[in-house]
């Protein structure tokens, strides 16, 4: 099995750490470090700009797997959020099991607008990082473990609802630790994060080409898992066997009676 080079060992090193700017600047902001559209200009924009680069760079050096990772885990985090959107969307709207619509905002924040409330640009810029925070998760847990199995899926999921929960983000919202003072939250949370988790699951196991953590040796998934359950993605696209070559000799042992078989001139030439 082939081990991880140097080079894609740095360059997942460099993604893992980009990747974790996006959910860490609405804390950061909460607990007072800087405002959120500052902590956006100086850290989440650039942070996103260079995990493109090196996930150009790894495509351009041959790094296929770290590739594959990046652009896998980005797409089915991002798909996952929308599972993990309608629990939220209907504690919200239906329940009123939170305290606020949260894409909202972190738009206000994003652009400095708490005291003149929401605007479309702020609405689009809120959904935005929400969805790439989802992303930036799936990125995480692809490049960390590839094609790993649902329990570890689902623990990471809950650690993240977990870590928000514990986060300097609920704290602010005023519902007291991990959001106790309004019991609906917390449930809210684990729920949606659950069904992060079910969904991220599901599309890494289709669009992740290779299991193993990232310092393991990679084992690539069976055709029966993925191209045989449906997986059409181009991300799934797996390398197949190339076709057996029937030599002339082969297809004449085929023949019954006076061989007719015509050597084709793009067989291989065979020896004595």
Known sequence: MRRISTEELILSGLALLLAGV????????????ASMSTLSLTLLLPSVVLLGAVSGLAAWRGHARLYNR????????FVATFGLEA???TSFHVFEGMPGDLPRLLGVLLMDRFLLGPSLLSDVLGWTYHFWNGASFGIILAVLFGRTSILWTLAYAELIGVGFLL?????SLGIGFMGLEMPSMPTTVVLAHLVYGLIL???CRRWVRESGWLLGSPTLAFPSESIVAG???????IPRRPPAVRTPAARGAECHGPCECRVNFLDPPTSA
Not at 70 to 77: E, I, N, Q, R
Request: aromatic share 6%.
């Open 70 to 77: 990046l652009v896998a885990g980005a797409a089915a985090g």
């Open 231 to 237: 997986a059409t993605s181009p991300l799934t696209a």
């Open 87 to 89: 629990v939220r969307a």
């Open 201 to 203: 699951f599901a599309l």
């Open 167 to 171: 986060s300097p983000s609920v704290k």
């Open 22 to 33: 996006s959910p860490n600047i609405f804390p950061a902001a909460q607990a007072g470090v």
